[in-house]
């Protein structure tokens, strides 16, 4: 049936299939025998993600005080937050009770007006990340099992790697977005096994390299796109060894590769592109895909089965719909940021750990049977943080249900108005861009003036052209943004890994640079549009509107091999 998005705002119309009805019907939870069916959404997909993205801070950390211990800490809760905060080894620890908190039910009142007075009173842990498995890598969010690392989000066991976005299994990286198992690599984009090399971009097993797109097993490459196991080729020409050094060895000038960079982007253009990104998938629509079967509108995510509307599934995933940075769970509905032994959970929010039938939660692991409740570590059958038997459970929440539904409230995920984060803080602004007027026109939270985490005493200085003439003492600068003028630092374990790579040191920003290199992937939407080949009609992230060369997976293929 065909739907109009209930917010004003956007009025798109968007369809709800048998599939997606027969979806809410298996994961509504059951109380007493009796299902309690999940309505249909009332927000478009797009709607529903931006809302959801909007509970999320991943990238911005402040100094701040723990509430607990008056200690200074460093969290993704900015000073002015009405939210308590604690540091996540006392957040985690015995020293405070989360049913203190708890509160009885209220008939007369909103769910969602209950619940955000719950989330005033109720800490949250400083940052969200493996903290007793990390060493000496304090900046990280989202993020676990690292050491000696710096500015790193939504990233695991990584040694030694600094200011990127999503990578794994990574020693010696900096400025890297969505990168698996590499080591000594700078500005690098989706790539998996590679090696001393930089300015690559769908790239598989390649080392020694420059600007390479989607290539796999090459060595000693520049400027090259959609080759196979090739070694010294210069604009996918081969070259002599002494031709690829000549050329190599430019690249240690800023000035040069920003050339470089220009020409390389025209040159991308000359070759095709296949429709999606991703690998040993069957029966999917989506991108940035990998050994997934049986998913609708998925997107950046591995090992999903039978899943619908989901993004950045980060571990196996199965019936699962509506969900943002989640992994290791079946039978998810409009979740985020949860993931290890989930099972049978809808409309919960960053919660690591086994739980089983939860049902607005929040900041809860290894909980389940609760309702409606944050910070409810190992509990079950809690209702706003309040202890009831499981027959007062079972019994209290069905009532709780339909005084929801006289409000319009089940079926619903948070409000973004109910987001502990100011817009501009969260995810939500990565991929639905407002001002600071639209935001606040809608009720959003907005912080004006977004501290950097890089503000620093001593000279404003040039930045050397060539990596060869960088020394130490830069490192005790202030630098400005090319693109912003804001204030950034070099550190000097960056200095140290750009000489090793002999790539240029940054002009801009972490935070400017993460926004170029997003800009460099496909946006997370699909259009139809003709191969370029053969005519089959293909739904891809390449707008019609676009330069790029287009194939179906078999002309890619053909092409390529």
Same mark, same amino acid.
């Given at each position: 049936m065909q739907v109009t998005c209930r917010n004003h705002w956007c009025k798109q119309g968007f369809e709800i299939t048998s599939e997606d009805?027969?979806?809410?019907?298996?994961?509504?939870?059951?109380?007493?025998?009796?299902?309690?069916?999940?309505?249909?959404?009332?927000?478009?997909?797009?709607?529903?993600?931006?809302?959801?993205?909007?509970?999320?801070?991943?990238?911005?950390?402040?100094?701040?005080?723990?509430?607990l211990t008056g200690s200074s800490i460093?969290?993704?809760?900015?000073?002015?937050?009405?939210?308590?905060?604690?540091?996540?080894?006392?957040?985690?620890?015995?020293?405070?009770?989360?049913?203190?908190?708890?509160?009885?039910?209220?008939?007369?009142?909103?769910?969602?007006?209950?619940?955000?007075?719950?989330?005033?009173?109720?800490?949250?842990?400083?940052?969200?990340?493996?903290?007793?498995?990390?060493?000496? *890598?304090?900046?990280? &969010?989202?993020?676990?099992?690292?050491? $000696?690392?710096?500015?790193?989000?939504? %990233?695991? =066991?990584?040694?030694?790697?600094?200011?990127?976005?999503?990578?794994?299994?990574?020693?010696?990286?900096?400025?890297?977005?969505?990168?698996?198992?590499?080591?000594?690599?700078?500005?690098?984009?989706?790539?998996?096994?590679?090696?001393?090399s930089a300015y690559l971009q769908d790239c598989d097993?390649?080392?020694?390299?420059?600007?390479?797109?989607?290539?796999?097993?090459?060595?000693?490459?520049?400027?090259? *796109?959609?080759?196979? &196991?090739?070694?010294?080729?210069?604009? $996918?020409?081969?070259?002599?060894?002494? %031709?690829? =050094?000549?050329?190599?060895?430019?690249?240690?000038?800023?000035?040069a590769v920003r050339s470089a960079m220009e020409r390389f982007q025209a040159l991308k253009l000359e070759y095709p592109q296949k429709f999606m990104h991703g690998v040993q998938n069957e029966n999917v629509l989506g991108d940035y895909l990998v050994q997934c079967k049986n998913v609708y509108r998925c997107f950046d995510s591995e090992s999903a089965w039978d899943c619908r509307y989901l993004y950045q599934g980060f571990m196996p995933l199965k019936d699962c719909m509506d969900v943002q940075e989640c992994g290791e769970g079946e039978l998810l509905y409009e979740c985020c940021v949860c993931g290890y032994g989930l099972h049978s959970c809808a409309f919960c929010s960053h919660t690591l750990g086994k739980m089983d039938n939860l049902l607005y939660c929040t900041y809860s692991p290894h909980a389940k049977n609760c309702f409606g409740c944050i910070g409810a570590r190992h509990r079950q059958y809690c209702i706003l943080n309040k202890q009831y038997t499981k027959e007062e459970y079972e019994t209290l929440v069905p009532k709780i249900i339909t005084h929801m539904r006289k409000f319009k409230e089940y079926g619903e995920f948070f409000p973004i108005a109910t987001s502990t984060f100011?817009?501009?803080?969260?995810?939500?602004?990565?991929?639905?861009?407002?001002?600071?007027?639209?935001?606040k026109r809608r009720g959003l939270a907005w912080y004006d003036n977004l501290p950097t985490s890089e503000q620093y005493m001593g000279p404003v200085v040039a930045i050397p052209d060539d990596i060869k003439d960088a020394e130490e003492s830069i490192c005790r600068s202030i630098l400005r943004c090319e693109s912003t003028q804001k204030p950034f630092k070099i550190i000097p374990q960056e200095l140290k890994l750009c000489q090793r790579i002999a790539v240029p040191l940054p002009r801009k920003t972490f935070f400017q640079r993460h926004k170029e290199r997003m800009a460099l992937r496909n946006p997370r939407k699909l259009w139809k549009r003709n191969c370029a080949k053969c005519k089959k009609e293909i739904q891809t992230t390449y707008a019609p509107e676009r330069p790029e060369i287009v194939y179906c997976e078999s002309c890619y293929l053909s092409a390529v091999y």
């Open positions: 009805l027969a979806f809410y019907e298996k994961v509504s939870p059951v109380f007493g025998g009796k299902k309690e069916l999940i309505p249909p959404p009332t927000l478009c997909p797009d709607c529903r993600q931006q809302r959801r993205l909007a509970q999320v801070n991943q990238l911005n950390l402040y100094e701040r005080k723990c509430d460093i969290s993704n809760f900015h000073a002015d937050s009405t939210y308590k905060v604690y540091r996540q080894a006392d957040w985690h620890s015995d020293k405070w009770d989360p049913l203190r908190y708890g509160r009885p039910f209220d008939f007369n009142r909103p769910f969602f007006e209950q619940f955000q007075e719950l989330s005033l009173a109720v800490p949250r842990p400083s940052l969200f990340t493996g903290y007793e498995y990390d060493e000496n *890598s304090e900046y990280t &969010n989202h993020a676990g099992k690292n050491k $000696n690392c710096y500015l790193i989000f939504d %990233s695991d =066991e990584n040694w030694d790697c600094y200011y990127s976005y999503s990578i794994n299994h990574c020693t010696d990286c900096t400025d890297c977005f969505r990168v698996r198992k590499s080591q000594l690599c700078s500005e690098c984009i989706d790539c998996v096994s590679c090696y001393h097993n390649c080392s020694d390299s420059m600007f390479l797109k989607n290539c796999t097993g090459c060595t000693r490459c520049l400027m090259c *796109s959609n080759l196979r &196991n090739k070694e010294y080729f210069v604009e $996918n020409k081969q070259v002599s060894k002494e %031709s690829f =050094e000549q050329f190599r060895s430019m690249l240690r000038a800023h000035s100011g817009y501009n803080e969260t995810l939500a602004q990565d991929y639905y861009l407002l001002t600071a007027e639209e935001a």
